[in-house]
């Protein structure tokens, strides 16, 4: 079945990038959607943004709004999650998922999952 390994996460200072990679295991089929989510220790896993199937449609949590940009590209079946001006409350461990159809912020909705990046903002 669809599978995802993510990379690119890593230790970064406040206010630096990082662009996180999804890269599936074969075709996403053109009725999903892909989605980032985070869990930081202690905490519930989180929605972090959401993709089309057909990227045209993308949406962000309040707290990312602005700084982060999920696309995909279809050609190398690939999602990408570019994180701006980071914070330290952006600490967590960075999961992919897909699901059949629209967006969602239920995690419990994705049907498949890579094993997460873990992403460390700090001085």
């Known amino acids: 079945q669809l599978q995802f390994v993510e990379s690119g996460g890593g230790l970064v200072q406040p206010g630096g990038s990082l662009r996180l990679s999804c890269a599936a295991s074969?075709?996403?089929?053109?009725?999903?959607?892909v989605g980032w989510f985070r869990q930081a220790p202690g905490k519930e896993r989180e929605g972090v943004s959401c993709?089309?199937?057909?990227?045209?449609?993308?949406n962000y949590a309040d707290s990312v709004k602005g700084r982060f940009t999920i696309s995909r590209d279809n050609a190398k079946n690939t999602v990408y999650l570019q994180m701006n001006s980071l914070k330290p409350e952006d600490t967590a461990v960075y999961y992919c998922?897909?699901?059949?159809?629209?967006?969602?912020?239920?995690?419990?909705?994705?049907?498949?999952w890579g094993q997460g990046t873990q992403v460390t903002v700090s001085s």
């Open positions: 998922a897909a699901k059949r159809w629209t967006c969602t912020v239920v995690d419990a909705l994705f049907s498949f």
């Open positions: 074969g075709f996403i089929p053109s009725y999903y959607a």
């Open positions: 993709i089309s199937s057909s990227g045209e449609s993308t």
